[in-house]
Structures are given as C-alpha cells and as structure tokens.
C-alpha cells in the first residue's frame, strides 16, 4: 500500500506522517524512533578515534597532525562543565605557525559526524582557499568552540576555523559546523564568530558548498579586519548542485 506521506519524506529527514497503532505509534515508526535515540547517544558519548582521523588528515599534506585536549578530563565532566571544554588542559603548548588560516577539529557533541566529514571538509576548504597558507591541523577533544581561540592564538595565525561536531538530534546525528574567527584570542565573544552549520551530505549541505561559503566569509574578514555580525555572508552561492540538493 502507497503511503500519502512517502513523496514529502522523500524531501527531509523530519519525522513526519508517522501514523497511529492504537494509541501509539506503529511498531516500526517506534523502532526508528529508538535507533535514532540510540545514535543520538553513541554520537554523543563515543570516543574520537584520534588516531584514524591524523592519519586520513596526514593525506592532506599540511603538516604532521597536532593534539590536545581541553581542561575536561573526561567526557563526563565535559557535558557538565561547558566551561571546562573551552580552554586547553593546564601546560598545552603549540607551536606558532605564522600562518594564515588555522583549522581545529573539535570532538564536540558528535564525534561521528566530526569523522565522517572532517577529512573531506578540511580537504574542501583547502582547495577553496589557494594562495593561503595553513598552520598544520589541530585535533581536540573534549572540545567547545572557544577552544579554537586557545589554538589559534598559539599557531599565531590569522584566521582561525573550528569544525566541530554538532549537537545531534532524532534526524540527525553526524553534522559538523564550522566556525570562524578572525584573530583568535581567549576571550572572543560568541558575536565575533561566523557559522556555517548543517554540514552532512548527502541529505545536508556539502562539504563543497559549505567551503565556498567559509571561503568567501574568510576573504571578506580579511578584507574586514574582523569576523561575528559585522562580517555578512556573500557568497552567492550557486545554485544547489546535484550533489547539494536531496533526490526527488
């Protein structure tokens, strides 16, 4: 039997038309519902494979992958004390690059997502911006976005992106933001940063589009002099590609 809702599912992830089995749901709709649950959790509580994601980075040629951690000594400690996973654990040093861009991967609440795609984001954003210098990548766990402000501010580069993975939800698990701030130091407010969210093909944005957006944002900061809400996105962006937008 044709369900009246499959052609609209066709076109998101949401958890729409899920009927009713009396007074609940279904027994598959609930069944989905518990392994969207239990993604949910594993993206939150599995451990970074750190040692799987330096070497698929080491591909990329930008320098032997770096480390640290954040003050939260354990994952449990990071989801309670947010503030514990915004700077480095005590005696972290970096070595200053000089460079102009300086990219962190950051654990944050999915490390799924931030394995799935932070290889090829990070790839992406490269080929997006040539003619630009990179500090060699940095791998953070038990990380917050503020961070970035602690690793950039050490590399000594100019511009500084976070690729974290985000919060996930009942639809999806392995999305990974990117975060930008232009000249990182502790302390930067949450409004001197640019976002760029939802990153998760094949049913999100691209890991190509999402780098022409992060490009365009770091030329117009360093035209600027500054990222956050006086940094607009100009990107016009084409067109969703066949690889950006959802089968029909």
Not at 83 to 103: C, F, K, N, V, W
Not at 207 to 223: E, F, I, N, P, S
């Amino acid at each position: 039997m044709t369900d009246a809702w499959d052609e609209l599912r066709r076109h998101t992830r949401a958890r729409i038309g899920l009927g009713r089995a009396g007074n609940g749901l279904p027994t598959r709709r609930h069944l989905e519902f518990v392994a969207a649950q239990a993604a949910a959790r594993d993206a939150v509580h599995a451990p970074l494979d750190v040692a799987s994601l330096a070497d698929r980075l080491r591909a990329l040629r930008l320098g032997e992958p770096l480390t640290v951690r954040s003050a939260a000594a354990d994952r449990d400690v990071y989801l309670r004390r947010p503030d514990l996973g915004r700077r480095p654990e005590e005696g972290t040093t970096l070595p200053h690059s000089g460079a102009d861009i300086g990219i962190a991967l950051c654990d944050g609440l999915s490390s799924t997502a931030l394995l799935a795609h932070g290889p090829d984001l990070t790839a992406a954003i490269v080929r997006a911006l040539p003619g630009l210098t990179f500090a060699p990548p940095v791998i953070a766990t038990q990380a917050r976005v503020a961070l970035g402000d602690h690793i950039g501010a050490q590399l000594g580069v100019t511009t500084m992106l976070v690729l974290i993975g985000e919060r996930p939800g009942l639809s999806v698990a392995d999305s990974v933001g990117v975060y930008l701030t232009h000249h990182p130091e502790p302390g930067r407010r949450d409004s001197e940063r640019n976002c760029v969210s939802n990153i998760h093909p094949p049913h999100g944005m691209s890991c190509d589009h999402a780098a022409r957006v992060v490009a365009a944002l770091v030329d117009g900061a360093r035209k600027l002099g500054a990222s956050g809400v006086v940094l607009k996105d100009d990107s016009r962006a084409p067109s969703l590609t066949e690889v950006d937008r959802p089968a029909l």
